[in-house]
């Protein structure tokens, strides 16, 4: 096995999981995919459909997921094209388009290309409405092109998705029909059974063991964005856990410690000189067993919201704002050779752009209603010719 594959399977554990968000008969549903994968087998652990419009009824929160994006807000069209470059290829399938308003994805064999865009504010919408139910999405496909991954494990060469019909040829050729009515069909792989509204999920939850570069996209950026929200949150449990677990084993070895020590002075007729000398040890093994204990407790304690309140932060950011910097308790100044390092306590410190100066003037009022949130000190404001703010603020969290 792969390395890489390894510290996938560290991260995002044994569970594949996808939404595909699409429309049937005018009507938007989400669907919701897992994968459990255990010795190599991958077995169908969940499959369940909602109205988008009971979004809140649906059980999100906890996973990390691939996003399927293919509602009727999507245009998506295959021609056949001697040109190399994305940009090209989209200009030549949407004439007249403004690149900078959309995003696209573009799957090509060959000469055949299928391309799919949206408009940023309608898949910014979109987005806005799972974020109050998770900030776990790791991945975005627009379209219905991760299809192609399940190509491969199907005898049949079309599939139907709710809003098309796709075809693959034997020697690349690549058909896509648009389909206004919604006709429910069933798929079989292997001992898996599924309906056409769910084979993009199926497909996106796949492309957590295939590779899924041969899609082309134009929001990298956004996309490592939010994969990095999900990350920072995963990393800060798992150093906490193991600073935890480390500290246990410490208070172990010194209780074994301890008790052997008691045991081998206790053997002995002690003179009033070696009680004394005996007495200290004593004292001082206690102290150092209750700082460890404050220690942990601390740790434990409900007051230890830093993790917490960096992830409520970073829910609320819009996704027209990329952040260079968030980090909690900054160093003071600069660092001299032997001088001691000082924190700013109960501070965050935040940095980076924003699409414009109104989506960060309205995250920042958003901040400012967080009760953990005292006050918020900006320290730059640099607004560049393209209308990006680039900024940097200190957040003061309440005591």
Known sequence: MKLAHKIQQLIYGHTLSAIEVGTINGSDYITLLKLNKTKGAIELEEVVSYDMEHIEESDISNKHYKLIFNTD??????????????????????????????????????????????????????????????SNIIEVFLGPQIIYILKQ??????????????????????????QISYSEQSYSFKDLELKNNQLLAFGGALSYEADSNFILKNYGLMEASMRNIYLNTTY????????????????????????????????????????????QKIKA???????????????????????????????TKPVSIVLDQLSYQPIKGLVEE????????????????????????????????????????IENLVRSENEQVLFKFKIKWNE
């Open 153 to 178: 494990l199907s005898s049949g060469t079309t599939f139907h998705v709710p809003g098309c019909q796709i075809s693959f040829g034997d020697t690349g050729e690549l058909e896509i029909h648009k």
């Open 285 to 315: 093994l206690s102290e150092i067993n209750e700082k460890k204990a404050a220690f942990i407790a601390n740790a434990l304690s409900a007051k230890s919201y830093s993790s917490y309140y960096l992830n409520e932060i970073i829910k």
């Open 73 to 134: 807000t999507v245009i998506t069209k295959s021609i056949v094209s001697e040109k190399h470059h994305t940009e090209d290829l989209v200009s030549e399938a949407f004439p007249g388009v403004k690149l900078e308003t959309i995003y696209y994805n573009c799957l090509s064999l060959e000469q055949n290309h299928i391309i799919s865009i949206c408009k940023k504010s309608a898949f910014d919408s979109t987005i806005a409405a799972l974020n109050v139910r998770t």
């Open 338 to 377: 032997g001088e001691q390092i000082e924190y700013e306590t109960n501070v965050s410190l935040i940095s980076g752009q924003a699409h414009n100066a109104k989506s960060l003037s309205e995250w920042i009022r958003t901040l400012e209603e967080l009760e953990f949130i005292d006050h918020i000190f």
């Open 236 to 279: 800060s449990k798992i150093i906490l856990y193991t600073g935890l677990f480390l500290v246990l084993i410490a208070l172990l070895v010194n209780f074994l410690f301890y008790s052997y020590y008691f045991s081998e002075t206790s053997k002995f007729s002690h003179s009033p000189v070696e009680k004394i000398y005996l007495s």
